[in-house]
């Protein structure tokens, strides 16, 4: 587990790196040729910034192995720190509307240049491919946070690409379109923070999926011996996922046998990439 973390990191520092230069480049592009809508998207690589340095503390501290305070680990160090960048994306995301949408009341636009759509393209052509890399070594991982952080890579590639369109239309006499397209993209900053502090929430209050749960109980139904399945129970710590299950089986089993069929469980579970489960057999009456 540990070693796929390291790996995921990889990922991480690659969205960081890719983020930087391109946040730095529209920002100066935007800001030189006169485009808001540009200038916001370098805001919006911007909070990507933020969710990849969170992506690599959380990982990093992640790593650290379970001690006296923490006997289940690091882990959720993932989900507090998106928590706490998912309130900075969509404070960026206010800001940028907020400064825009004066302008639009107030008809203070111009005609960005033609670089500003060679800029937009470009980038979203590389976020597209930073996004196929990322998707790939999450799945390899199973890191939730960089499968996250995959899918915000492919948000921006297509954000990017949707503003180089938009802001063709600025070079045929609409100038509007650029301030327009800017106040969109404030309001996707802002949705992107709304989903990231959502699923933050619904982890670390202990929320987990229902279709998780199903796809394990039917792992575990397979297992000879297993007459019912009582309860289970899951928890997501960060990537991983921790399992509480009551298993009934043949009352007149003997405890050794009961302990193979628990033992049976528990591989099968692992197997199906479940990091640590608990579980416990129940006679059949």
Known sequence: M??????????????????????????IVGTSYHSSALRADSLNNLTDIFVSVAVLIGL???????????PYGHMKTENITTLI??????????????????????????????????????????????YLYNSNLS??????????????????????????????????GYPIMDIILAIILGGIIVYTGFTIFKESIFTLSDGFHEKDLNNYVEAIEDIPGVIDIPSIKGRYH??????????????????????DIC???????????????????????
């Open 2 to 27: 540990a070693n796929n973390l390291r790996i995921a990191q990889r990922g991480a520092y690659i969205s960081l790196v890719t983020y930087i230069v391109l946040s730095i480049l529209k920002y």
């Open 85 to 130: 960048v998912s309130f900075i994306i969509m404070f960026v995301g206010i800001e940028v509307i907020s400064t825009n949408i004066p302008k639009l009341v107030q008809g203070d636009y111009s005609e960005p240049s033609t670089l500003t759509i060679w800029v937009s393209m470009a980038s979203g052509i590389i976020m597209f491919f930073v």
């Open 139 to 172: 799945k390899k991982t199973k890191s939730t946070s960089l499968k996250s952080a995959a899918r915000d890579n492919l948000s921006d590639a297509l954000v990017s690409m949707g503003t180089g369109i938009g802001l063709i239309f600025t070079q045929f």
């Open 238 to 259: 960060g990537n991983s996922v921790f399992l509480d299950v009551t298993i009934v089986v043949d009352k007149n089993l003997t405890l050794d046998e009961a302990h």
């Open 263 to 285: 033992d049976l469980v528990e591989n099968q579970l692992r197997e199906a990439g479940v990091y640590s489960s608990y579980v416990h057999a129940e006679p059949n009456l």
């Open 60 to 70: 990093k501290i992640s790593i650290k192995p379970a001690d006296k305070n923490h």
